[in-house]
């Protein structure tokens, strides 16, 4: 008999003047906003928002957060995700009023603790990519990637070349192409091969002198390290063009191996995967970017310098490919990434990469007789399995994430990469312990029996979620995306 | 190490399973040559108290907005951040989920985004509105380029009155597409109708307006609107929805796109960043909006739910054809704004609206009194405002900072133009002791 | 399906040589206990405790949270408890460093904050209780009470007296008589009217000059102000006898009435309950004492004085019964329960008790058809129903409380007072909104419904919570108190 | 008012629903003349934003251990505190929820004792341990009224390196059963076993020893049960659990009774409370034990559950005979113990011991080695020892405060015969740097 799950939208609570905030009297002489403003600038009546009180606030989010599976609470194998723990000396750090309650226009000379950080942030960031040079400005990922492929294109143009391409792999995250279109580029999507490596017949076959940049992720979104990057990079660069690196799975190579010294020209770095600040539920995350010596001209501005004790923000960058975001990056997650980087050092975070590695074969390899391998192993920190065996017997990929809802475990990344039929993408990352793991793999065998024997269970899953599945063609349909005010009965 | 479980023992029994001797047998795949052939050169690692002292002593250098009084604006202001927020995005089950991809597992996520929706939505008077943007200047970006491809149309004008540092972003992202930003003066720091009447054209995709301004200086929404709807261009707002409680909406006065950063409500200052954009439009346009959008829908036993929803306009669908590249936003400020709007509630917003427009305009009676002293623009403002002064604001600044004022923003590295100007933000947190010490402290810095 | 709630013990995760800590290196020439202490004070062998990562204590402890009901997530009826919110400013204001991490025995000088805010606190104290002076060192209303009655003990021995007996109403808390025999009394327990009240006659029978105090609960522990308090105060002066008064239930009197003007001698605060202190799942709380000036010099010690501009803790306290806990009291909670105070100001503090009367008042008001009321209304801060009628249906009132579980609410306090057959007893608070109300009211009324129509419902619940009902018999009968490993199985 | 959700309206409707005009009407039952006449005289309320201005006021006046380097002990330490505790201290369902009493609901709570009495006994080296009692000092006298109850006798014999807080707490709650305390000297910090003896009799519940003691020095606490247990009384010993990593059980030294402040197992300083009461006994003992237990069982399905049990030795049921009058606790304290045992370890617990021994080992050298500073005691001690300093304690302590050192605490008005003495702590979280810098402006203050 499950209770039914909490219900409520905050507009619900409501009740007319009932209030949670707590403001001081004016303390000035004039406070209406009528005699100091002309009427036509002021709103007519006050927004239609809640009014509820400190305790509905509370009780309401908080029981909102009990419908959500996190990190802290399950094990969250989302491929591509890294989600691995969020320390909480992160949090308690960014937390500082040093940090959290300075505001970014505040006089250089009165900002040098946070000008520090984040001076000594990117060069750690630099080294542990073996680029030349980081900015932290770009707020995600994706951003990242627009910054990095602003300043190939900057690049070229500074060259007085107008190459129009970027040659994208079909097994890329859809960022990897959105960005560069944003940029200005045709994407041109190369296929993999069977292993999902890059065709090298395929990339020599398109590059020429159109292309501005080849696009990669790496280990690329199979789990799987290109052996033959360094040709790719040489073969790139022989054409003139230059090699991007989704540093989105940094997280498997961290003092192993480094993309400037793969010959990469341009890497970002997801710091809410690699470098454990949170996911928040869709972010804020960071996106920092890493060139080589010859793009640093076109960095995005200003950049952080250090020039004796003094650090600064240098404006002064003709060539810069100009501003991502209004202030210097997504500050309060530059500290999270820079306390981690300090509590790990050089050992600590290659030992994150050898046990995420560790992590990923052993889950391969416990399922490897249950369901497909989209490529033989090892894998470097993710394995990307496919239910197509499973698919033949009525349930898909879909159907498995949702049954495993219900075992206690968040789903892995289903259907991504796109070139595997059926994906999961299974990350574990090396927080998690083997014991987590072995509980994961088990209910993964139980879900591959269940297909075989009992696949109704699988389809009716979830039944012990807040709510069961959805129905996303209606959503689409006839998209309701705010909530709206019952019509008075009667 | 304490964040990874693994035992060597483990390591090693785990290794046996796999059939590999050791992690090494696990990274062939890695050309040897690619190798690093030593350790990181990193600081060393710091055990906790260590990390603590360290990273307090660095926070200790800073001029904060607790140990000081702040009047910086710019874009984002010292707003009061009532308690509960920190302790609800706390929860782990909030700020260590991802992106509600499994809804069944995520109603928590969506049905604060849900809500997040409907307040962004009624407060800049739009339809709809999205899951978040990055911050204000990317957000503005975005509405830029999403005019750019609703019209087909090659140029966008902008009103000076734009924040700089937005307008440098909208700057970044319209290089791709070759999209000419028109810039229209605002000598008197607001709009310049006139001059900007001959700029919007045919050619024109949007003309945007922020009001108020960078200057603090409310401008005529309206008349903007008329313009940019005459020549078929969209009219794309950018304003600061914690004004919103008090100022018209700018979807009354006429916007198709409205933008913002959201820090005002309730995310902390942080040095810049994370911030929250805000971005709402018009129901006909949002099929070609950029960012998530939730949706209300029903389950299979027809219980109410939310999911993610009209993804075919994103990247992992669309990819290269996607309304934009953004995947990861900045949720976890989007719900720290939802419980904002939640705790100020109806009447709150409407308060702290009143109380930093009072406060801003007693701040600018007592400051322009100063010796020396004047109010650079005659047009009305809101909680921000421009005072020109008879010294460098550069130097004024710094010899506030001694009486622990963060005093304002000089406006030099903004606009030459104003070199002499300061940038002045006042919020409902500033007290009239404050202000009043401010004027002091002015005064003497002056002398 | 329900899924099996979570289950393990921090000791089932451990795993050997797994760690969660982060240690500096020893930075001391010699780091050996064995070189440095004999070798007989040292522990052979390393305690077996769990070893587990950081992402493991904080998953287990995040989801065993989940296991709990709160105040932050569920209506908490818990008569005689107070279980309002718990504002989130109080928690931070605790958190502060100045007051967080403060050592005790920090030099006069040095602590003049927290000084300064425990004069205050006790100040104001006073003034709402109409007393003359305030020790806030009790660390719980228990202590508070034996420092109450230790205090009057004192006095009467002062005097040349030396009474034996104190009367405690038969509706007393259990900590009353508790409290009372530890300081070495014979507790004579009064019977109460039909009404609750104490009964005069009763009353003036055994106040003889053995008596030392009379202790009564006010309102008492039927949520009704005794009508003749002022009567039974003066009764008692007369003979000699000091009255005291549990003040747990002071939420319902802020501003309307003060135990000093009642005549009560000695009164203590459970901070936890009126001035919004949270519980902890049991704990700590905070009972400051309050006193009439007679009784001043038997004050717990020290006592923190202010002279000028300076604040101290005088400890030249001949009189004085002497210390209750280590230190000064509990801090934390001071800070908590002071912020509080200046939060709601006067005006506040009176619309606390006005609000937690009308919500009592309502929600008995909507019950009364349909539980036994144990006495008529109107009540003061809480209602006392007695599940009788349903008892003859084979409804017991704690089955009732079980069922309430399943509906969404934590359940009213069952079986006190003693006094009132199968009692349920009903504290909504004043934080508590009318919609909530109406719920829990709702969900009584269906249960008192489904008591005549469907029994079964009630007696099989609770069904939806982690656990259903267990084995207190068996707990009590072997008692199994700690963790034991299991035996390696073969 | 933002916690009283009732609004005017809602009040009227409510009043209706009860038939009451005002809540005038409600509260008919006072009588007229027993009513305050007149608002209460409290300062003005403040809104959050002065409010925190006004504490943080306060607050700042305090010399803490984050500003300070801390050597203060005496009962309570300045031991590190894991960031993760804070943060699940914080839940809302640990710390808004009451004592276990519905246990089906309650079940998150009712584990952490279950652990925390597990790890509590595992470290005293005791059978079983209770959910807490307030703080060290209540736990004390409760385990000597304990001894009292078991034994009937009549009196109790207490080392002289008992903390005289301590044994302060314990005269107040002996008051009442009229238990007298014999003190045994300490004249070399340790019990005087010869000046024991002759006291330890037929007529003495209890021999209370603690170890480390009040001034640093380990106890032969060995020696002292078997004193006890000649003379038939029960050996309870006070020790710090978070020294137990390290130093021999009392347990497997003869304790009957063991007890402690837990304070240094993750428990905040604040200002000396809330604590944590340790208190932990030997099986047969346990249904005389005081405070709360809480014991595994099963639900009615047969799954494993736990609850409240032995609840008959307590208040609530056994009223005058219980055997305390504890009802609250300190299970927040507990719930902060349990995360900081089970974060530090097996493991961590032995390294917290051997890094606060080896340090004030250091320390104790670097002291004495100042001019005219000696150790008072020749006994070995743990953590803490006594310095004889060449000046008044109390006037090199606040020497010491300018250099941002909080430097011990001088013995003086806890024995006047130590008046020359200072109480020097030194745990795990002091480096090498701070202590030589205490060596330094030790030297200072002395010249
Ligand atoms: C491989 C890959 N590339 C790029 C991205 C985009 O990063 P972000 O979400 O930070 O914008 C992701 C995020 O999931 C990813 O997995
Ligand atoms: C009426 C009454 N008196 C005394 C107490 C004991 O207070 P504490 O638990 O703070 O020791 C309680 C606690 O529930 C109570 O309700």
Redesign the interface.
């Given at each position: 008999m499950a209770r039914?799950?909490y219900?409520k939208?905050?507009?619900e609570l409501?009740s007319p003047?009932?209030?949670?905030?707590?403001?001081?009297e004016?303390?000035?002489?004039?406070?209406?906003?009528a005699a100091?403003?002309?009427r036509?600038?002021?709103?007519?009546e006050?927004?239609?928002?809640?009014?509820?009180s400190?305790l509905?606030?509370?009780r309401?989010?908080?029981r909102?957060?009990?419908?959500?599976?996190?990190?802290?609470?399950?094990f969250?194998p989302?491929g591509s995700?890294t989600?691995?723990?969020?320390?909480r000396?992160n949090?308690?750090?960014?937390?500082?009023?040093?940090?959290?309650?300075?505001?970014?226009?505040?006089?250089e000379?009165?900002?040098?603790?946070?000008l520090?950080?984040m001076h000594?942030l990117a060069g750690?960031l630099a080294?542990?990519a073996?680029m030349d040079a980081v900015s932290l400005q770009p707020?995600?990922?994706?951003?990242g990637?627009?910054a990095g492929v602003?300043m190939i294109?900057a690049y070229h143009l500074a060259n007085g070349e107008k190459r129009t391409k970027v040659l994208v792999p079909d097994s890329a995250?859809?960022?990897n192409?959105?960005?560069?279109?944003?940029?200005?580029?045709e994407?041109v999507q190369l296929k993999s091969e069977a292993n999902g490596e890059v065709d090298l017949a395929d990339l020599e076959k398109h590059l020429d002198t159109d292309v501005a940049a080849f696009m990669v992720t790496l280990p690329n979104t199979l789990g799987?390290?290109?052996?033959?990057?360094?040709e790719i990079t040489e073969m790139c660069h022989a054409k003139g063009v230059q090699v991007y690196m989704d540093g989105a799975n940094l997280n498997a190579?961290?003092?192993?191996?480094?993309p400037g010294?793969?010959g990469f020209d341009v890497c970002h770095f997801?710091l809410?995967k690699t470098f454990?600040t949170?996911?928040?539920?869709?972010?804020?995350?960071?996106?920092p970017v890493g060139v080589k010596a010859h793009l640093e001209p076109f960095l995005?501005m200003p950049v952080v310098t250090k020039r004796g004790d003094r650090y600064a923000l240098d404006?002064k960058r003709s060539k810069s490919?100009?501003?991502?975001?209004?202030?210097?990056?997504?500050?309060?997650?530059l500290?999270r990434a820079y306390?981690y980087?300090?509590?790990?050092?050089?050992?600590?975070?290659?030992?994150?990469s050898?046990?995420a590695?560790?992590?990923a074969?052993?889950v391969?390899?416990?399922l490897e007789a249950h369901y497909d391998l989209s490529v033989p192993?090892?894998?470097?920190h993710e394995c990307v399995l496919s239910a197509r065996r499973q698919k033949k017997l009525g349930v898909s990929a879909t159907d498995i994430?949702?049954r495993l809802?219900d075992l206690g475990f968040?789903?892995p990344?289903t259907y991504?990469p796109l070139i595997v039929e059926e994906a999961l993408m299974i990350e574990p990352t090396?927080?998690?312990?083997?014991q987590t793991l072995d509980a994961f793999c088990d209910a993964m065998i139980q879900i591959a029996r269940e297909a075989e024997t009992s696949p109704q269970v699988i389809l009716d899953a979830?039944e012990t979620?807040?709510?069961?599945?959805?129905?996303?063609t209606?959503?689409?349909r006839e998209?309701?995306?705010?909530?709206t005010r019952p019509a008075r009965p009667g | 190490?304490?964040?990874?479980?693994?035992?060597?023992?483990?390591?090693r029994?785990?290794?046996a399973?796999?059939?590999?001797g050791s992690?090494e047998?696990?990274?062939?795949?890695?050309?040897p040559?690619?190798?690093?052939a030593r350790?990181?050169?990193?600081?060393?690692?710091?055990?906790?108290?260590?990390?603590?002292h360290?990273?307090?002593?660095?926070?200790?250098?800073?001029?904060?907005?607790?140990?000081h009084v702040?009047f910086?604006g710019?874009?984002?202001y010292?707003h009061?951040i009532?308690?509960?927020i920190?302790?609800?995005i706390?929860?782990?089950?909030?700020?260590?989920?991802?992106?509600?991809?499994?809804?069944?597992?995520?109603?928590?996520?969506l049905?604060?985004?849900?809500?997040y929706?409907?307040?962004i939505?009624?407060?800049t008077g739009m339809?709809?509105?999205n899951?978040?943007i990055?911050?204000?200047?990317?957000s503005l970006a975005e509405a830029v380029?999403m005019a750019h491809s609703l019209t087909g149309r090659p140029e966008a004008v902008l009103a000076g009155g734009v924040?700089p540092?937005?307008r440098?972003?909208v700057?970044?992202?319209a290089?791709?597409?070759?999209l000419r930003l028109r810039d229209v003066p605002a000598p008197d720091g607001v709009l310049d109708l006139d001059a900007a009447r001959p700029l919007v054209t045919e050619r024109t995709a949007a003309v945007v307006v922020q009001s108020p301004n960078f200057y603090g200086c409310?401008e005529d929404i309206?008349a903007a609107g008329e313009l940019a709807h005459a020549a078929g261009a969209l009219l794309v707002v950018a304003a600061d929805p914690v004004n919103?409680?008090?100022?018209?909406?700018p979807g009354?006065l006429g916007a198709d796109i409205v933008v913002g950063?959201g820090q005002g409500l309730g995310v902390?200052?942080?040095?810049?960043?994370?911030?929250l954009g805000v971005f709402a439009a018009k129901a006909e346009l949002?099929r070609r909006m950029p960012g998530?959008?939730?949706?209300?829908?029903?389950?299979?036993?027809g219980?109410?739910?939310?999911?993610l929803?009209?993804?075919?306009r994103?990247?992992?669908?669309?990819?290269?054809?996607?309304t934009?590249?953004?995947?990861?936003?900045?949720?976890?400020?989007a719900?720290m704004a939802?419980?904002y709007?939640?705790?100020?509630?109806?009447?709150?917003?409407?308060?702290?609206?009143?109380?930093s427009?009072?406060?801003a305009?007693?701040a600018a009676e007592r400051l322009r009194a100063v010796p020396g002293v004047s109010l650079r623009f005659a047009a009305?403002f809101?909680k921000e405002f421009t005072l020109k002064l008879p010294k460098p604001p550069?130097r004024v600044?710094?010899r506030l900072?001694k009486s622990k004022i963060?005093g304002g923003?000089p406006l030099k590295?903004f606009d030459r133009r104003l070199s002499d100007c300061l940038l002045v933000a006042v919020t409902?947190?500033r007290?009239?002791?404050e202000?009043d010490g401010f004027a002091a402290a002015l005064t003497e810095a002056l002398a």
């Amino acid at each position: 008999m499950a209770r039914k799950s909490y219900d409520k939208l905050v507009f619900e609570l409501s009740s007319p003047g009932r209030i949670a905030y707590s403001l001081p009297e004016c303390d000035v002489p004039v406070s209406d906003p009528a005699a100091l403003l002309p009427r036509e600038h002021l709103r007519p009546e006050p927004p239609a928002l809640p009014e509820v009180s400190e305790l509905d606030v509370i009780r309401h989010y908080s029981r909102l957060s009990q419908l959500n599976y996190g990190v802290d609470t399950h094990f969250y194998p989302l491929g591509s995700c890294t989600m691995k723990y969020n320390p909480r000396i992160n949090e308690d750090m960014a937390r500082l009023p040093g940090f959290l309650r300075m505001h970014p226009l505040t006089p250089e000379a009165a900002s040098q603790g946070a000008l520090a950080l984040m001076h000594e942030l990117a060069g750690a960031l630099a080294e542990i990519a073996g680029m030349d040079a980081v900015s932290l400005q770009p707020a995600a990922g994706a951003q990242g990637e627009l910054a990095g492929v602003l300043m190939i294109r900057a690049y070229h143009l500074a060259n007085g070349e107008k190459r129009t391409k970027v040659l994208v792999p079909d097994s890329a995250h859809g960022t990897n192409p959105a960005s560069t279109a944003i940029a200005g580029y045709e994407v041109v999507q190369l296929k993999s091969e069977a292993n999902g490596e890059v065709d090298l017949a395929d990339l020599e076959k398109h590059l020429d002198t159109d292309v501005a940049a080849f696009m990669v992720t790496l280990p690329n979104t199979l789990g799987m390290f290109e052996t033959r990057i360094l040709e790719i990079t040489e073969m790139c660069h022989a054409k003139g063009v230059q090699v991007y690196m989704d540093g989105a799975n940094l997280n498997a190579i961290l003092g192993i191996t480094r993309p400037g010294d793969l010959g990469f020209d341009v890497c970002h770095f997801n710091l809410h995967k690699t470098f454990t600040t949170p996911h928040g539920g869709g972010g804020p995350g960071a996106g920092p970017v890493g060139v080589k010596a010859h793009l640093e001209p076109f960095l995005p501005m200003p950049v952080v310098t250090k020039r004796g004790d003094r650090y600064a923000l240098d404006w002064k960058r003709s060539k810069s490919i100009g501003k991502l975001q209004a202030f210097w990056g997504n500050f309060g997650m530059l500290v999270r990434a820079y306390t981690y980087i300090r509590t790990m050092g050089a050992d600590g975070l290659r030992s994150v990469s050898d046990n995420a590695v560790l992590n990923a074969n052993y889950v391969m390899k416990r399922l490897e007789a249950h369901y497909d391998l989209s490529v033989p192993g090892p894998c470097m920190h993710e394995c990307v399995l496919s239910a197509r065996r499973q698919k033949k017997l009525g349930v898909s990929a879909t159907d498995i994430a949702k049954r495993l809802l219900d075992l206690g475990f968040y789903a892995p990344s289903t259907y991504f990469p796109l070139i595997v039929e059926e994906a999961l993408m299974i990350e574990p990352t090396e927080t998690e312990s083997r014991q987590t793991l072995d509980a994961f793999c088990d209910a993964m065998i139980q879900i591959a029996r269940e297909a075989e024997t009992s696949p109704q269970v699988i389809l009716d899953a979830p039944e012990t979620t807040p709510v069961r599945r959805l129905d996303q063609t209606r959503a689409a349909r006839e998209p309701e995306l705010t909530w709206t005010r019952p019509a008075r009965p009667g | 190490m304490r964040y990874i479980p693994n035992t060597p023992r483990e390591q090693r029994e785990m290794l046996a399973a796999v059939g590999a001797g050791s992690v090494e047998d696990l990274l062939v795949r890695i050309p040897p040559k690619a190798r690093l052939a030593r350790p990181l050169a990193l600081p060393p690692a710091l055990a906790e108290t260590d990390l603590i002292h360290h990273l307090r002593a660095l926070a200790g250098r800073d001029a904060d907005a607790d140990s000081h009084v702040c009047f910086l604006g710019g874009g984002v202001y010292d707003h009061y951040i009532p308690s509960p927020i920190n302790h609800l995005i706390s929860r782990g089950e909030f700020f260590t989920a991802y992106t509600p991809y499994q809804p069944e597992a995520s109603q928590g996520t969506l049905r604060t985004i849900f809500e997040y929706q409907t307040m962004i939505a009624e407060l800049t008077g739009m339809d709809v509105a999205n899951a978040s943007i990055y911050d204000g200047g990317s957000s503005l970006a975005e509405a830029v380029l999403m005019a750019h491809s609703l019209t087909g149309r090659p140029e966008a004008v902008l009103a000076g009155g734009v924040n700089p540092l937005h307008r440098r972003v909208v700057a970044t992202y319209a290089a791709g597409p070759r999209l000419r930003l028109r810039d229209v003066p605002a000598p008197d720091g607001v709009l310049d109708l006139d001059a900007a009447r001959p700029l919007v054209t045919e050619r024109t995709a949007a003309v945007v307006v922020q009001s108020p301004n960078f200057y603090g200086c409310l401008e005529d929404i309206r008349a903007a609107g008329e313009l940019a709807h005459a020549a078929g261009a969209l009219l794309v707002v950018a304003a600061d929805p914690v004004n919103l409680g008090v100022l018209a909406t700018p979807g009354q006065l006429g916007a198709d796109i409205v933008v913002g950063e959201g820090q005002g409500l309730g995310v902390p200052l942080s040095f810049g960043g994370p911030n929250l954009g805000v971005f709402a439009a018009k129901a006909e346009l949002v099929r070609r909006m950029p960012g998530r959008l939730v949706g209300a829908t029903v389950d299979r036993d027809g219980n109410r739910g939310f999911v993610l929803t009209l993804q075919t306009r994103e990247q992992h669908i669309r990819r290269a054809k996607a309304t934009s590249n953004i995947c990861t936003n900045v949720a976890l400020c989007a719900l720290m704004a939802t419980v904002y709007v939640a705790t100020l509630g109806k009447q709150g917003l409407v308060r702290v609206g009143e109380l930093s427009t009072a406060k801003a305009h007693y701040a600018a009676e007592r400051l322009r009194a100063v010796p020396g002293v004047s109010l650079r623009f005659a047009a009305p403002f809101f909680k921000e405002f421009t005072l020109k002064l008879p010294k460098p604001p550069e130097r004024v600044v710094t010899r506030l900072l001694k009486s622990k004022i963060l005093g304002g923003v000089p406006l030099k590295a903004f606009d030459r133009r104003l070199s002499d100007c300061l940038l002045v933000a006042v919020t409902e947190k500033r007290t009239k002791d404050e202000i009043d010490g401010f004027a002091a402290a002015l005064t003497e810095a002056l002398a």
